[in-house]
């Protein structure tokens, strides 16, 4: 009875104490790895540092001063000399140290042992940047930060930046228009597309900027955000009559950015501008962004009339991704496939968008489609995404660069929310009021009366 009382007293905690920290460790990570993985891993680091350096090749021979200063102070044995480490600096999701390479190391030799080190600090992935020549940064995640995304707090927000997903290495994924004017997002049914356009389109509703949007889908995509676009187009017909007056207004961007150059000689060099964002902010347009959901509908035709006016949508496209950037112009093509297959111009157009984020596809041609032209390594990832993580994509850009995203979630009716309280920020662009969407006037629910009336009886 004895041994039995003192098993429960003592197994009982540590029972509990275990169930409770694998629990946590499943559904609250971020706790998980503040309280007990985070002080683990970094104990770890600062104990095995040097050797798993010295296993993973990234030491180099001392020099000779060295030597014989370690020679002339202790007879222990001289030891290859490893990185100078910098201050760990502990973060929500891991942990980031900087490292101070020794001379003829390159940041590619502590990249390419990146899962070694991951291994051997126990921690759940290991990404390499440069800071500066010479100096690199170690950013360790303890965890899957995509299996249930949770935005940082602090972004790099901006005008025409938009935190819109959440990278594998914890930084946020900001849609920077200044810097990618045009981007392609392919996903197939389900895969998350269409979240990700939200939140595009609520980030940009909060700024001082036109939101124009085509949908040949009837609008089911982009109609619930009617109270902040200045345009829509619900079919091809109507989308035939809108781009026409977007190349229209950017010609006349362009006639306003040529008059100001065309100014005195003696006008200073910082006045003279290229486009709209050197142009005085009272005579500055204001940006405005397309969306075009479900891109190939522009492209399929059943007649030759409607081959005459594909010819003609997609030379208005591929003229506003040529040259709408200077005149603050941007291009959001979403769609399930995107190739040579659609028509001629496709691909020209394709070629002019620079960022590529591409979805949960149905076949591997589809993912070369967006991403084998300028990151071929990443089509294999982007092929592995499994059904049952909406969201996830794989975002890449002419650079070559990619990585794994993941969008979080937001409902359609949180969406057109934002779109209804943010209405009074559309501007003015008298060009595009015959394309505005009608606003469905939500109906005003009458009060229940607390007592019925009862006719008056004599």
Known sequence: MTDLTTLLEVGGPLAALGGGTAFTRAKFPAVYWSAVGGPIS???????????????????????LRVLAVKATTRREVRPVPPRRGIIRPTSTGLRIRLRLAPGQEPADVAASAERLRHAWGVHAVYVTTVKP?????????????????????????FLKVPVALREDATPFVRDYRTVPHQLTLGATLSGKSMYLRHLITGLARQSVALVGIDCKRGVELAPFAARLSALATDPDEAAELLPVLVKEMEDRYDLIKARQGIAPDTPDEEITSDIWGLPESERPVPVVLFVDEVAELFLTATRKDEERRDEMVTQLIRLAQLGRAAGIYLEVCGQRFGAELGKGATMLRAQLTGRVCHRVNDEASAKMALGDIAPEAVSAACAIAPELPGLAVAGDTSGGWSRIRTPYLSLGDAAEICRESAHLMPDLPA????????????????????????ATD
């Open 432 to 455: 595009l009021k015959p394309f505005q969407p009608a606003i469905p006037v939500r109906p005003v629910a009458t009060p229940a009366l607390a007592l019925l009336p009862h006719p």
């Open 42 to 64: 970094t104990a770890r680091l600062l104990s095995s540092y040097t050797s798993v350096m010295e296993a993973c090749g990234l030491t180099v021979a001392p020099s000779r």
């Open 134 to 158: 010479g100096v690199v940064e170690l950013r360790l995640v303890g965890y899957d930060v995509l299996r249930r995304v949770r935005m940082p707090r602090k972004t790099d927000a901006g």
